[in-house]
């Protein structure tokens, strides 16, 4: 196992041990200056020895801190003021049809904060008041119902631990790498714990006729966003939810009631929930025709490309989050399909020649978030680190040149190509595509 | 399964089925008037029939919203403004040695977001910067240490779903019922997914002598907050936590380093964590002499008392959420065990005398909430709800009534009696101790 690879190094600063001689020797002196005093502020990024004393008391430990009513609910220590969701100003023509990403180098663990939790609005957020909101069940059922918040909270209830990713998560790579960035070409992609009602518990209360084999299910935003769903896909695991991470949906991700469709393209799982009507053939809405297609080099365009197939990315090291000096690190990542779970992630430093396995921690759950890591001895010089998933039903992530051959390059959506890192001598990390 | 015992009761309005005909014709009634108008706000808690023609646009459905920049970090809906941890302000003298609850009646699922986890702080929650502060391990160690936040950040990472309960909660309880609550009488649990670093990883760092048996761990806050800790349980399966749900620790959950001492009542769990060394005896710090001891019948005190038993309590309906009229519910609730894993919990709706075995929703993670549902037909009659977990070591959550005579009644901390919520005809639920 991995944790071996870092016990088998010998000990006396393991973080320090590649250094070159002349910089450790410069890093001992540094830390013998720091001695007994563990207030003074350098940040050496460096281990150091213990002072013969316990530590001197810094400000915050000689005074009464703020009471627990001060913050009835809670928020980000003000240090973290610059983790939070970007957008990019030139993607789209207002900010109330974009996208905000998730800063994927300040997070750890699968589970994303609701506060950090990746937005794609296509009319902006609407302000819903949850008494006022129905949801509609019609078309080819027995029973059409009209259900208000209550009700629904009154169904049986599920609770599931499910990753969202946009298809465009890394559309802009297409052509060529534009932004040396984990957050603005990953950060599409986030992961909470769902709670809410089985579809499948609502369509079996309103009887589904014979002739149903497709749902369109419809926001109640200014947009009306719509999409056509398989009637199979609405019984098997759909989940009509009203909580995210233990609270009630924010406002950016369907408040009060949204759509989540495991493992299939963020734009099906529809927000602000208001209407689900079932027919015998799909709709073929706006969401589906003129967008969310994907034209091909025949000049035909793939539709009803829903499933997000298997994808990794390394969130460490990462543009935002460069090597310090040569040494042992841990490269971590997360790995993700709509197959179901993930079976296998491998890991190379120089660039997909020679490939190791990496662990996975627990749960791997299924069309979730699963996080791997490696130990990695940096020498120093220039490598160049990818990461690549297998899932369960035995995909394989591919490379950018083997989606381009089979897809052309006027595509937007559905890249989930393995990421390139490069990492130069001084520890910088560059977004980079192999020929 | 359970969800069959839901589908085996005939369709049309289950979920008014057992209501009484006139209050049933009432209800009809009223959604015939609501038909063909989703806008109109009457809150009925009952399905209406559906309208013939798609609902009326509500006005956040003729707009636009707002951008995605609006929220970098986000925050709740205004609506959900009611979903706030609270305190008691008689319990403690002042609110920076205090309580905050946590809003369990709100909640869903395992996953207690960030802004909700309950607070216990002895000084108030103080205001660190992260580049200053720093861990020493020392002691009885070979290589003692000080680190900062980059060098922890550098060792091997964990991630792991935990629970953490104050050892008082429900301390209110041994003498009588006293609270008509959820919140106050079982908000001092949340559960996170946690990452860090392993304690044993650190202590392999700097190499523990052999005389060392137990180690003392200290919090950069004004009350120097300490506990001693048996060395095995640091070696088993302690984390030094630097993020929560994803994103770095929250201020009041110990920003920037905490450590998290699974199944093991809450104070063990050092917040603001700045010291940690090793010694060949307890140090029997005031939170383990005067304080978090247990008095029993003959006059002598329970000391080191940490494990959390296993516990239950069923979140739903609770005197927070009372029910509306008779009819099927889902009884839904927790579960938790510092053992390990909960086996089975089991459910009874006449005080104790007959009980079903509820369901348990994946994942059952060890020390982690466990979710269970049941549902239930509630004839309107007068019932006493209780739950009762089991966990994988074959423990069973005891009464109150167990409780008291074995520890008699002068205890506060670690009351994991079965909590009994009796129903009225009218749907409102008190808080009950049984005879």
Chains 1, 2 share one sequence.
């Not at 001060?70 to 030139?90: K, L, Q, S």
């Not at 209830?157 to 052509?175: P, S």
Request: with cysteine; proline share 7%; hydrophobic share 40%.
């Amino acid at each position: 196992m991995q944790p071996e690879s870092w016990r088998s190094i010998p000990l006396v600063s393991r973080l320090t041990a590649a250094a070159k001689p002349l910089a450790r020797r410069g890093f001992l002196k540094l830390s013998a200056a720091l001695t007994g005093s563990i207030a003074l502020g350098a940040n050496s990024g460096s281990a150091e020895p213990a002072p013969a004393s316990p530590p001197a008391d810094a400000p915050w430990s000689q005074s009464l801190g703020a009471g627990v009513v001060d913050r009835p609910y809670g928020r980000p220590a003000d240090h973290e003021a610059g983790v939070i969701r970007r957008n990019v100003p030139w993607l789209t023509a207002t900010t109330e049809s974009s996208i905000s990403f998730s800063p994927l180098q300040d997070l750890h663990g699968i589970i994303t904060p609701n506060g950090l939790f990746f937005e794609r609005h296509h009319a902006g957020r609407p302000d819903i008041d949850p008494d006022q909101h129905r949801l509609m069940i019609h078309g080819l059922v027995e029973r059409p119902l009209v259900l208000n918040m209550k009700d629904i909270l009154r169904f049986p209830q599920v609770t599931r631990i499910h990753f969202i990713e946009c298809a465009a998560n890394g559309g802009m790579e297409w052509r060529a790498a534009q932004l040396n960035s984990l957050q603005f070409n990953h950060g599409m992609i986030s992961c909470a714990e769902w709670s809410g009602v089985r579809l499948s518990t609502l369509l079996e209360e309103v009887g589904v006729k014979k002739q149903a084999k497709w749902a369109m299910v419809e926001g109640a935003d200014g947009a009306h966003m719509n999409r056509s769903l398989p009637l199979d896909k609405c019984l098997d695991d759909c989940i009509v939810v009203y909580a995210q991470n233990g609270e009630a949906l924010r406002p950016e991700q369907g408040y009060p009631l949204r759509l989540v469709v495991p493992g299939w393209e963020g734009n099906v799982n529809i927000k602000w929930l208001r209407r689900i009507k079932l027919g015998d053939k799909p709709w073929f809405s706006r969401e589906e025709t003129s967008k969310y297609t994907d034209p091909m080099p025949d000049g035909t365009s793939r539709g009803f490309t829903w499933l997000i197939d298997a994808k990794s990315v390394i969130t460490f090291p990462c543009p935002e989050k460069p090597l310090d000096r040569a040494g042992l690190y841990e490269i971590r990542g997360l790995a993700w399909t709509g197959n179901g779970k993930v079976k296998r992630v491998d890991v190379s430093t120089d660039g997909g020649i020679n490939w190791q396995t990496a662990r996975l921690h627990e749960p791997v759950l299924s069309k979730a978030l699963t996080k791997f890591t490696l130990p990695w001895h940096w020498d120093g010089q220039p490598a160049l680190l990818e990461s690549r998933v297998i899932d369960e039903t035995g995909y394989v992530q591919p490379t950018i040149a083997q989606l381009r051959n089979s897809r052309g390059s006027n595509s937007v959506y559905h890249n989930n190509a393995i990421q390139t890192w490069q990492i130069k001598p001084d520890g910088s990390v560059f977004n980079v595509q192999l020929a």
